[in-house]
C-alpha cells in the first residue's frame, strides 16, 4: 500500500506543478487597450511561471523569445535576461515577473530558469499580411512569416526597411542580426517569397526582426521586374 502510495505521488507530482502555471497565451491575451492603447498584461506586475520553447536568441544583444509549441497568435513573449544561457530549441520552464516596456509585454526580474530538455522542433512561423503585423497587438513576440513581399523604402540611418504584400506597409528592424551585411542589403522593389521574424513592439510601433540571414529568402531571379538581373537568389 505504501509502494502504491509513492508510485500515485510521483504521478501527481507534475500535475500540482503544471497546475501552478500561467501559459503564455494568458500572459499576453487582453481585449483592453489600456489607456494609451499598448494592450497591457492583465498579469502585469504579477510574478509567474511559465513554460515555451526558445525560438530567438540575442535580441538586441541580450534575452531571447520562448513560445508555446503551436506558435500563432499570442503565443510568444519576450524574456529580458541575458545572465541565462540557453540555446533555439530549449524548452524552460521560468519564474519572473510580467511587466511592460514601453508597451512591449515582457518577463523580467528571473528568479529561476529550469532547461527541461534540449533539441525541441520550434513552431512553425505563423503566417500573417504586413498589415496584420504593423496593427496585431495578437501577434507581438510572436515568430510569423509573410510572403511575396516588396521593398517599398528603406531608412538606412537606422537599418529599416519598410515592406509590402500589397495589404499595407510593415518594417523590418535589425534587433536579432545585423541587416548591414553587404550580402543581403534590400533594394528598392526587390521581391522577397518569404521573410521570417520575430514582432516586436518599439517606438509605438510593431516591427519584423529576422533572426539569421536564411529568414530572408528572395524570389528568383526573373520573378520581379528586368532590374533583377544584378540580384544573385543567394537562399535555396
Not at 6 to 18: C, G, N
Not at 62 to 87: K, L
Not at 93 to 99: D, H, S
Not at 144 to 162: M, R
Amino acid at each position: 500500500m505504501r509502494r502504491l502510495s509513492i508510485y500515485m505521488l510521483i504521478l501527481i507530482l507534475p500535475v500540482s506543478l503544471l497546475a501552478g502555471q500561467t501559459s503564455i497565451y494568458d500572459i499576453q491575451f487582453t481585449n483592453n487597450p489600456g489607456s494609451d492603447g499598448t494592450y497591457p498584461s492583465p498579469y502585469r506586475g504579477q510574478v509567474v511561471t511559465t513554460t515555451g520553447i526558445v525560438v530567438a536568441m540575442d535580441y538586441l544583444n541580450g534575452g531571447f523569445y520562448i513560445s508555446e509549441p503551436e506558435g500563432g497568435a499570442w503565443r510568444g513573449i519576450y524574456v529580458q535576461d541575458n545572465n541565462r544561457e540557453v540555446q533555439v530549441g530549449d524548452r524552460v520552464t521560468i519564474n519572473g515577473e510580467v511587466a511592460e516596456n514601453f508597451g512591449f509585454t515582457v518577463l523580467r526580474n528571473i528568479n529561476s530558469l529550469r532547461i527541461n530538455n534540449s533539441g525541441n522542433q520550434i513552431p512553425n512561423p505563423y503566417p500573417v499580411s504586413t498589415s496584420e503585423l504593423a496593427q496585431s497587438e495578437a501577434y507581438e513576440s510572436v515568430l510569423v512569416q509573410v510572403s511575396n513581399v516588396s521593398v517599398v523604402g528603406s531608412e538606412s540611418q537606422h537599418d529599416i526597411t519598410v515592406i509590402s504584400d500589397g495589404s499595407g506597409n510593415c518594417r523590418v528592424n535589425n534587433t536579432l542580426l545585423s541587416l548591414r551585411d553587404q550580402r543581403n542589403n534590400f533594394h528598392s522593389s526587390e521581391i522577397y517569397s518569404k521573410i521570417i521574424g520575430i514582432i516586436d513592439y518599439r517606438y509605438g510601433e510593431y516591427r519584423l526582426n529576422p533572426r539569421t540571414f536564411y529568414d530572408l529568402v528572395r524570389s528568383p531571379v526573373g520573378a520581379g521586374k528586368s532590374s533583377w538581373g544584378r540580384i544573385k537568389f543567394l537562399y535555396r
